[in-house]
């Protein structure tokens, strides 16, 4: 599979625990992450997870965010960028990454990556992977979705980008939560190239 610096953004729909997996799987597959939560992205993170996360760049803790998985991940591979940080290379086309995950996402992200407003950090490097025909993937995760929700989506993969919903499978016998993240962070996975053996792959009977 092909290496290369990832996007990781967090934004403020539920899922937080699939954003936090997907930094952590990325860094234990030895790649360089750029990490950009949302303000609302915080708030889910300290209602889920129970961590407090600070946006200030100067602030910002990764072990907050990881919580115990931290220990033992190269820390130094997580660039964090402010989501109000244009100056940041992410917000360049120039700046070459292999792909970028918006996990989880949000209703409103969706509607601004579908219409190309770049109001902060987070929709402009989502815009540079549309524009550069680099992968984008989004994970959104409401429900039920409105018709103008499902029209922004289509939008959004008319652009290019990948539609991959927080669903978990249930082929795979999940036994715990963390199985059910995992299937889903492992689809993300499959999406940026990362290698993982999160999940079990389907297979034909007998096979």
Known sequence: MAAGDLVVAITGASGSPYGVRLVELCLRAGRTVHLVVSPAGTE???TELG???????AEFDPAALLGPAAAGLDLSRLKYHHFRNF????????????????CPCSMGTVAAVAHGLSENLIHRAAD?????RRKLVLVPRETPLGLIQLRNLTAAA???????????AFYTNPQSIADMVDFVVGRVCDQLGVEHRLLKRWSEPGS
């Open 51 to 57: 961590r407090t996360v600070h946006l200030g760049e």
């Open 44 to 46: 889910v993170v300290r």
């Open 87 to 102: 100056q940041a290379g992410i917000a360049s086309g120039s700046f070459l990454t292999a792909g970028m995950a918006v």
């Open 158 to 168: 008319e652009a290019g980008a990948v539609i991959l919903p927080a669903m978990p």
């Open 128 to 132: 540079v992977h549309l524009k550069e």
